[in-house]
Protein backbone atom coordinates (compact mmCIF):
# COMPACT_ATOMS: atom_id res chain seq x y z
CA UNK A 1 0.00 0.00 0.00
CA UNK A 2 2.80 2.48 0.42
CA UNK A 3 4.98 1.51 -1.98
CA UNK A 4 1.21 2.00 -4.16
CA UNK A 5 1.01 5.45 -2.72
CA UNK A 6 5.15 6.60 -3.45
CA UNK A 7 4.40 5.51 -7.09
CA UNK A 8 1.29 7.47 -7.35
CA UNK A 9 2.77 11.17 -6.02
CA UNK A 10 5.84 9.77 -8.16
CA UNK A 11 3.58 9.98 -11.02
CA UNK A 12 1.82 12.57 -10.26
CA UNK A 13 4.93 14.53 -10.05
CA UNK A 14 6.41 13.51 -12.76
CA UNK A 15 3.62 14.46 -14.88
CA UNK A 16 2.84 17.79 -13.29
CA UNK A 17 6.20 18.34 -14.35
CA UNK A 18 5.62 17.59 -17.80
CA UNK A 19 2.63 20.51 -18.00
CA UNK A 20 4.75 22.98 -15.98
CA UNK A 21 6.51 26.03 -17.84
CA UNK A 22 4.60 24.60 -20.96
CA UNK A 23 3.25 27.51 -23.00
CA UNK A 24 -0.78 27.55 -22.69
CA UNK A 25 -2.18 26.82 -26.13
CA UNK A 26 -4.60 29.57 -25.59
CA UNK A 27 -1.81 31.93 -25.17
CA UNK A 28 -2.80 35.34 -27.57
CA UNK A 29 0.59 35.85 -28.37
CA UNK A 30 2.25 32.64 -28.93
CA UNK A 31 5.17 33.75 -30.96
CA UNK A 32 6.56 35.63 -27.63
CA UNK A 33 9.03 38.04 -29.65
CA UNK A 34 8.72 42.00 -28.74
CA UNK A 35 10.07 43.90 -31.61
CA UNK A 36 9.44 47.35 -30.62
CA UNK A 37 8.65 49.66 -27.57
CA UNK A 38 6.77 52.72 -28.37
CA UNK A 39 7.33 56.29 -26.65
CA UNK A 40 5.15 59.19 -26.83
CA UNK A 41 7.28 62.26 -27.00
CA UNK A 42 6.50 66.31 -26.91
CA UNK A 43 9.27 66.90 -29.27
CA UNK A 44 10.33 64.09 -31.75
CA UNK A 45 13.24 66.13 -32.89
CA UNK A 46 14.87 66.74 -29.80
CA UNK A 47 14.10 63.21 -28.64
CA UNK A 48 15.67 61.57 -31.50
CA UNK A 49 18.64 63.78 -30.68
CA UNK A 50 18.60 62.51 -27.04
CA UNK A 51 18.01 59.14 -27.80
CA UNK A 52 21.04 59.31 -30.25
CA UNK A 53 23.41 60.91 -28.01
CA UNK A 54 22.37 58.30 -25.21
CA UNK A 55 23.02 54.96 -27.91
CA UNK A 56 26.22 57.02 -28.63
CA UNK A 57 25.01 57.85 -32.59
CA UNK A 58 26.55 60.48 -34.71
CA UNK A 59 23.13 61.17 -35.92
CA UNK A 60 19.48 60.09 -35.14
CA UNK A 61 16.97 58.74 -37.47
CA UNK A 62 15.31 60.35 -40.14
CA UNK A 63 11.72 61.53 -39.32
CA UNK A 64 8.70 60.05 -41.51
CA UNK A 65 4.75 61.05 -40.87
CA UNK A 66 2.69 58.38 -40.18
CA UNK A 67 -0.90 59.01 -42.06
CA UNK A 68 -3.48 56.68 -42.50
CA UNK A 69 -3.87 54.89 -46.15
CA UNK A 70 -6.69 54.10 -48.23
CA UNK A 71 -6.40 50.99 -47.82
CA UNK A 72 -6.23 50.99 -43.78
CA UNK A 73 -7.45 54.24 -42.81
CA UNK A 74 -7.20 55.38 -39.08
CA UNK A 75 -9.76 54.49 -36.48
CA UNK A 76 -9.74 55.58 -32.94
CA UNK A 77 -12.48 54.29 -30.70
CA UNK A 78 -14.15 53.30 -33.83
CA UNK A 79 -14.18 56.18 -35.90
CA UNK A 80 -12.49 57.62 -38.75
CA UNK A 81 -9.51 59.84 -37.51
CA UNK A 82 -6.90 62.05 -39.16
CA UNK A 83 -4.47 61.14 -36.90
CA UNK A 84 -0.96 61.78 -38.00
CA UNK A 85 2.08 61.42 -35.67
CA UNK A 86 5.87 62.08 -36.19
CA UNK A 87 7.87 59.29 -35.89
CA UNK A 88 11.82 58.08 -35.09
CA UNK A 89 12.62 54.57 -35.16
CA UNK A 90 15.93 53.24 -33.33
CA UNK A 91 16.32 49.66 -35.14
CA UNK A 92 18.88 48.60 -32.23
CA UNK A 93 20.54 44.64 -32.08
CA UNK A 94 17.13 43.29 -30.10
CA UNK A 95 14.14 46.15 -30.76
CA UNK A 96 13.39 49.01 -32.15
CA UNK A 97 12.26 52.29 -30.25
CA UNK A 98 9.77 54.11 -31.55
CA UNK A 99 9.56 58.18 -30.85
CA UNK A 100 6.16 58.98 -31.08
CA UNK A 101 5.01 62.98 -31.50
CA UNK A 102 0.85 63.38 -32.04
CA UNK A 103 -0.81 66.31 -34.27
CA UNK A 104 -3.36 66.98 -31.81
CA UNK A 105 -5.84 65.45 -34.00
CA UNK A 106 -8.04 62.43 -31.63
CA UNK A 107 -5.85 59.49 -31.53
CA UNK A 108 -4.64 56.91 -28.95
CA UNK A 109 -1.25 58.87 -29.12
CA UNK A 110 -2.73 62.55 -28.44
CA UNK A 111 -4.55 60.86 -25.39
CA UNK A 112 -1.68 59.22 -23.73
CA UNK A 113 0.02 62.26 -24.29
CA UNK A 114 -2.87 64.55 -22.67
CA UNK A 115 -3.57 62.20 -19.72
CA UNK A 116 -0.06 60.64 -19.00
CA UNK A 117 2.44 63.36 -20.13
CA UNK A 118 5.39 61.53 -22.10
CA UNK A 119 6.34 57.73 -21.50
CA UNK A 120 6.48 54.74 -22.96
CA UNK A 121 2.99 54.03 -24.74
CA UNK A 122 3.42 50.55 -26.22
CA UNK A 123 5.07 47.24 -26.66
CA UNK A 124 4.66 45.58 -30.33
CA UNK A 125 4.62 42.13 -31.70
CA UNK A 126 4.34 40.98 -35.14
CA UNK A 127 1.69 38.53 -35.94
CA UNK A 128 -0.04 37.16 -38.92
CA UNK A 129 -3.43 36.76 -39.16
CA UNK A 130 -4.47 40.53 -37.68
CA UNK A 131 -8.51 39.59 -37.65
CA UNK A 132 -7.99 36.87 -35.53
CA UNK A 133 -5.92 38.34 -33.16
CA UNK A 134 -8.25 41.31 -32.59
CA UNK A 135 -11.20 38.89 -31.82
CA UNK A 136 -9.00 36.63 -29.73
CA UNK A 137 -7.91 39.79 -27.59
CA UNK A 138 -11.44 41.40 -27.61
CA UNK A 139 -12.63 37.79 -26.17
CA UNK A 140 -10.50 38.34 -23.52
CA UNK A 141 -11.24 41.61 -21.78
CA UNK A 142 -8.59 43.78 -23.95
CA UNK A 143 -10.77 46.08 -26.31
CA UNK A 144 -8.73 47.47 -29.69
CA UNK A 145 -8.55 51.87 -29.44
CA UNK A 146 -6.81 51.92 -33.15
CA UNK A 147 -6.43 50.85 -35.83
CA UNK A 148 -4.76 51.66 -39.09
CA UNK A 149 -1.52 50.98 -41.54
CA UNK A 150 -0.19 51.62 -44.75
CA UNK A 151 -0.04 50.03 -48.09
CA UNK A 152 1.86 46.58 -47.04
CA UNK A 153 1.13 46.44 -43.17
CA UNK A 154 -1.25 47.46 -40.66
CA UNK A 155 -1.58 47.68 -36.88
CA UNK A 156 -3.77 47.67 -33.70
CA UNK A 157 -3.05 48.97 -30.58
CA UNK A 158 -5.54 47.01 -27.93
CA UNK A 159 -5.85 48.40 -24.84
CA UNK A 160 -4.47 45.99 -22.49
CA UNK A 161 -4.37 49.01 -19.66
CA UNK A 162 -6.13 47.74 -17.13
CA UNK A 163 -5.11 43.30 -17.25
CA UNK A 164 -1.34 44.22 -18.65
CA UNK A 165 -0.77 48.47 -17.70
CA UNK A 166 -0.03 48.97 -21.35
CA UNK A 167 -0.84 48.85 -24.43
CA UNK A 168 -0.01 46.06 -26.86
CA UNK A 169 0.47 46.75 -30.23
CA UNK A 170 0.02 43.95 -32.85
CA UNK A 171 1.90 44.33 -36.44
CA UNK A 172 1.04 43.16 -39.52
CA UNK A 173 3.76 43.07 -42.79
CA UNK A 174 2.02 41.87 -45.79
CA UNK A 175 4.92 39.68 -48.16
Known amino acids: MKNSLILILVSSF ?52 ARGSELNPTQYNGKPSNATAKLAFFNLDNITIELIEPDGEPSTWQEFLDTKGEGIHHIAFNVKGMETYIENFTDHGIPMIQHGGWDTGEYSYMDGSEKLALIIELLEHYN
Request: glycine letters at 8%; zero cysteines; a negative charge.
Open 14 to 65: FMLGLTVGKNKSNALIPEKEMVQVGIIVENVEKSARNWAEFLGLENPPAISV
